[in-house]
């Protein structure tokens, strides 16, 4: 298999391509006057996208359809949540912290783990 076959399976996921999608028209080509997706939406889908391209690099990296382990997506949220809720907010002005921040990251990740990570490996060997 080559990194086609790895990109087709991981970034052809339709989760993955409604999220980006859905991100790309948010933050470039329409105002979003709603509270919550202002303020959450975002949060929610980042987990899907990053955890996404994640996978697909590292499948590419190590030749075969990759599956992010429950420890590696429970540190990725960890290590996102105390970045821009703990130590961004700290450090500077432009960042807000946002305990509700927390679960849209959460919920991200448990949509992620059940909806692409398990799903796409049911097609490798």
Known sequence: MDWKYYARMTL???LFILSSISFLIIE??????NWFIQSYFNDF????IILTLTKLLISIYQ???YKISNRQM?????YLSLCFEVIFPFQSDDYIADFFDIYAYGAGTIVFHFMINKNICRYSN
Request: no cysteine; hydrophobic share 60%; glycine share 10%.
């Open 45 to 48: 889908i980042a987990p899907i």
């Open 28 to 33: 470039f080509f329409i105002g979003v006057n």
């Open 74 to 78: 429970l540190f990725f949220f960890i």
């Open 12 to 14: 052809g996921n339709k």
């Open 63 to 65: 030749n075969r359809l």
